[in-house]
């Protein structure tokens, strides 16, 4: 055989080779009415597999219109984040999740240092300045993960076909994840499973009206009783205010907040 046929059919080979343990797993994701699930983190790991590959994606977490963006990733363990602010105010994003415990002083721009997640676990992202702001990173001890679009739909990408166990995760399911076990067909088309999740009630929009999301200068009534400045305290530059974010900064009610206990400011002044 010639050079050029003996690489040809080396690469029928490699290529038949690929598509013969490739398979692929799509999960669809409801809750207990049958209505989807966006957001849902949904993971595969092979049954008795030695050490998975860690192709560490870094991922990114920007702040954009005083909210995270996404609301929730996926990375695996040891994977990169970095959290980018977009926004004209500063933000102070810290953790306070056992698997990534980090604070991030006030920053603007790009001056965030990325952060590793080497450990496996849910970390909740807050910021010290703006109690709305939140954002769920789930992470996980395979590369093989998905998260659930708007129609509630998840493809995993799996080398091969096989048993595996899926893991399904929401950040306001009532429980755990819920695990189960799943045979991944070897052939052209993706293995279909679909998920049930039993949720809590909805969290608060803190865009409704009424939203008791009392830092959000810009969402109306509530806010406002707090956009009060601190006596003597830096109020900004003028033209950030009224209602512009750099006012409540400086706010009474953002010095005495507490973060991270799910009180929302029941004691308005
Ligand atoms: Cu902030």
């Not at 490699?14 to 809750?31: G, K, N």
């Not at 679909?194 to 009206?209: E, H, I, Q």
């Amino acid at each position: 055989m010639n050079t050029l046929l003996r690489l040809i059919s080396l690469a029928g080979m490699a290529f038949s080779s690929a598509a013969a343990s490739a398979a692929a797993l799509t999960v669809q994701v409801s809750d207990s009415s049958g209505k989807p699930l966006a957001d849902v983190v949904v993971t595969a790991e092979p049954d008795g597999a030695a050490a998975l590959p860690k192709p560490l994606k870094p991922a990114e977490i920007e702040q954009r219109g005083l909210r995270f963006v996404p609301l929730v990733s996926v990375i695996q363990t040891g994977s990169r984040v970095s959290f980018p602010n977009n926004d004209k105010v500063k933000h102070h994003i810290y953790s306070f999740s056992p698997a990534k415990k980090f604070d991030q002083k006030l920053y603007s721009g790009v001056a965030a240092m990325p952060q590793v997640f080497d450990k496996a676990g849910i970390v909740v992202l807050g910021c010290n300045i703006h109690d709305r702001m939140l954002a769920y990173i789930k992470v996980v001890d395979t590369p093989f993960f998905a998260k659930t679009d708007a129609a509630g739909t998840a493809r995993i990408e799996l080398p091969a076909a096989g048993k595996y166990t899926l893991t399904s995760w929401h950040f306001n399911m009532a429980g755990g994840a819920v695990e189960q076990a799943v045979a991944v067909m070897a052939g052209d088309g993706a293995t279909a499973v679909s998920v049930r999740l039993t949720m809590k009630p909805p969290l608060p929009d803190p865009d409704a009206p009424g939203a008791i999301y009392l830092h959000d200068g810009a969402s109306g009534r509530p806010g406002r009783a707090h956009r009060r400045p601190v006596p003597g305290a830096d109020r900004g530059r003028a033209g950030d205010r009224p209602g512009g974010d750099r006012a409540w900064h400086q706010c009474q009610c953002a010095l005495q907040h507490r973060h991270g206990t799910g009180q929302r400011r029941k004691s308005l002044p």
